[in-house]
């Protein structure tokens, strides 16, 4: 595609699908930009396709964390959650808690993963508290085959995907592309799937898959099934809005860092995963990649005059995110 040739990056709405293949020429890179403010300012959430990330990948990763899953819980706690190892949680925590919301534990079981996990524990002790998940080392699981392999391949393609996207991001807030490089240089991203269970008894009231909540960081990126919905967006104080499935289409939306670093402009978006409707037995799996900046970067406003009563106070990123993550899985296993 030629300089003056500029294909069509967004579809437009709530939730707009961006095409990132746009982003390969100058023009069309500056569109992309401004889809994506477009989007970041409204809802906080789009969907890229064109992205270049192999589906072949995408496939892998689903076939063998699904087949984790399927495994009996037994072996599924032989890499446990534990003081010093990220792992298999058979409960994800209450997400809501991490707003100071009582909530009942959301109806999934979780693994999570990150790209420090594999660093000298002396390495990671110089990252944060025990409730800084970039800390620990990851356990790998024997079964199935390869899991530990298509895992790390898929960490490494969600990073690379991750940093163009924040070069998208500083282009699109009128920065240079590099500046937020250095923020990210030591990052403790992570993966932590969602598996949802199939309802065989009803729910607690209140009780849903994932509970309303904000995420934490800079950015998500997540793979939903082509066949499996449940992710909603509040649009308003009372109105949800469902974000369905784009075939081959990673949602990706922005967490509270990012909206503190634009002084509030830029919205993180409350989100939920409801249960299915009566009668559907169905299990859902989700894989989200959370992009975050270095657990020491300050986080404060870019231009302070702009940031209205609440988002003038700089934070410590890896304090942020660990007094989250603290509320989250209090009292759980």
């Given at each position: 595609m030629h300089d003056d040739q500029v294909a069509a990056p967004a579809t437009d709405g709530f939730v707009p699908v961006i095409d990132l293949s746009a982003r390969d020429t100058a023009r069309g890179r500056a569109a992309v930009a401004a889809a994506i403010d477009r989007a970041c300012t409204r809802s906080g959430f789009f969907v890229v396709v064109g992205h270049g990330v192999p589906?072949?990948?995408?496939?892998?990763?689903?076939?063998?964390t699904n087949s984790f899953f399927a495994l009996p819980q037994e072996?599924?706690?032989?890499?446990?959650?534990?003081?010093?190892?990220?792992?298999?949680?058979?409960?994800?925590g209450s997400t809501a808690r991490s707003l100071d919301q009582e909530s009942p534990?959301?109806?999934c079981e979780a693994f999570a993963a990150h790209v420090t996990g594999e660093l000298s524990a002396r390495e990671r002790g110089r990252l944060g508290d025990e409730w800084a998940t970039w800390t620990l080392a990851?356990?790998?699981?024997?079964?199935?085959?390869?899991?530990?392999?298509v895992w790390?391949?898929?960490?490494a393609a969600m990073s690379d995907l991750a940093a163009d996207l924040m070069r998208l991001f500083a282009r699109a807030l009128g920065l240079a592309e590099e500046f937020f490089a250095d923020k990210f240089d030591h990052h403790g991203s992570s993966i932590a799937v969602n598996y949802y269970p199939p309802q065989l008894e009803?729910?607690?009231?209140?009780?849903?898959r994932r509970g309303p909540h904000t995420d934490f960081g800079s950015l998500t990126i997540l793979y939903q099934e082509a066949d499996r919905s449940g992710l909603?967006?509040?649009q308003s104080w009372d109105t949800w809005r469902d974000v369905p499935p784009v075939p081959e289409g990673f949602v990706v939306n922005i967490g509270d860092l990012m909206s503190l670093w634009t002084g509030g402009r830029w919205v993180s978006t409350m989100h939920r995963v409801v249960n299915p409707p009566d009668g559907d037995t169905s299990s859902r799996l989700t894989i989200p990649f959370f992009y975050l900046p270095n657990h020491d970067a300050t986080i404060e406003p870019l231009r302070p005059g702009d940031a209205p009563g609440g988002y003038g106070t700089p934070v410590i990123a890896g304090e942020w995110m660990s007094n989250k993550i603290r509320k989250m899985f209090a009292g759980t296993a």
């Open positions: 589906r072949t990948l995408i496939d892998r990763m689903f076939t063998v072996e599924k706690e032989l890499v446990a959650h534990r003081p010093g190892v990220s792992g298999f949680r058979r409960s994800g534990p959301d109806l990851n356990a790998w699981p024997a079964n199935p085959p390869g899991f530990k392999e790390q391949d898929y960490l009803a729910p607690l009231p209140g009780q849903l909603q967006v509040l």
